[in-house]
């Protein structure tokens, strides 16, 4: 299967997880960094996702499946271990929306890659189902070569742009200033926490290509 990439906003978009074990759990906890509004139905939910409940990150709905429940949602996810309900939730998903099933049968919208986040800088890894161990190393190895400080790097570069396209400069002149940026130096400032370098950096550069 050849999936299309995506990245979605699913901001104060409804999510539903049937399902309350681990596997719901993991869904739940990947879509933490979103503002997506996660209902969870499921009779039952373990202790990890109650925590979550209780912070109010997610809704439970302590129940069986229905149809109804998946009224409004954008994502469906049907992560329980009873292929009846994973069949119903697929029965009740509408053509609109988008549905996962973690047993992998029935049909299947679209598969989560593994992710690693550092901040708003995002890597994502997947085989299409093929070879999750694979996928796992990778994911692994991604995470250690794109350490946390990327969070701050990153950070830096979305602002550093910004800056530029408010400064009356040349075009060229705002790409090749943004693309100094890539210098390995940045990055160990950034590691340094020495930010005003940086800064100091962006600014000679801005002020090298005027006088060119």
Same mark, same amino acid.
């Given at each position: 299967? !050849?999936?299309?990439? #995506?990245?979605? !906003?699913?901001?104060?978009?409804? @999510? @539903?997880?049937? %399902? %309350?074990?681990?596997?719901?759990?993991?869904?739940?906890?990947? /879509?933490?960094?979103?503002? *997506?509004?996660?209902?969870? @139905?499921?009779?039952? #939910?373990?202790?990890?996702?109650?925590?979550? #409940?209780? =912070? %109010?990150?997610?809704?439970?709905? +302590?129940? *069986?499946?229905? *149809?109804?429940?998946?009224? %409004?949602? *954008? $994502? #469906?996810?049907? @992560?329980? !271990? !009873? +292929?009846?309900?994973?069949?119903?939730? +697929?029965?009740?998903? =509408?053509?609109?929306?988008?549905?996962?099933?973690?047993d992998a049968k029935g049909h299947v919208d679209f598969i989560n890659p593994a992710v690693v986040r550092r901040g708003e800088f995002m890597l994502t890894v997947s085989t299409s189902g093929a070879s999750p161990?694979l996928t796992r190393k990778v994911k692994e190895d991604l995470a250690e070569v794109y350490d946390e400080s990327y969070a701050d790097y990153v950070t830096f570069l979305k602002e550093a742009r910004l800056d530029?396209?408010?400064?009356?400069?040349?075009?060229? &002149?705002?790409?090749?200033? $943004?693309?100094?940026? /890539?210098?390995?130096?940045? $990055?160990?400032?950034?590691?340094?926490?020495?930010?005003?370098?940086?800064? =100091?950096?962006?600014?000679? $550069? &801005? =002020? +090298?290509?005027?006088?060119?």
């Open positions: 299967m !050849n999936y299309y990439p #995506i990245c979605l !906003n699913i901001d104060y978009k409804k @999510v @539903v997880i049937v %399902g %309350g074990g681990h596997v719901a759990r993991q869904k739940l906890q990947s /879509l933490l960094p979103t503002k *997506a509004q996660v209902v969870i @139905v499921s009779p039952t #939910i373990v202790s990890e996702i109650q925590a979550y #409940i209780e =912070q %109010g990150v997610a809704t439970w709905h +302590e129940k *069986a499946f229905e *149809a109804s429940d998946l009224d %409004g949602a *954008a $994502l #469906i996810f049907a @992560v329980t !271990n !009873n +292929e009846e309900v994973n069949d119903a939730v +697929e029965q009740a998903t =509408q053509h609109w929306q988008l549905l996962s099933r973690a161990s530029l396209l408010e400064k009356s400069l040349d075009r060229e &002149v705002k790409k090749q200033a $943004l693309q100094a940026l /890539l210098t390995p130096e940045v $990055l160990s400032w950034i590691r340094q926490g020495d930010t005003e370098k940086c800064q =100091q950096f962006l600014q000679q $550069l &801005v =002020q +090298e290509e005027k006088t060119l």
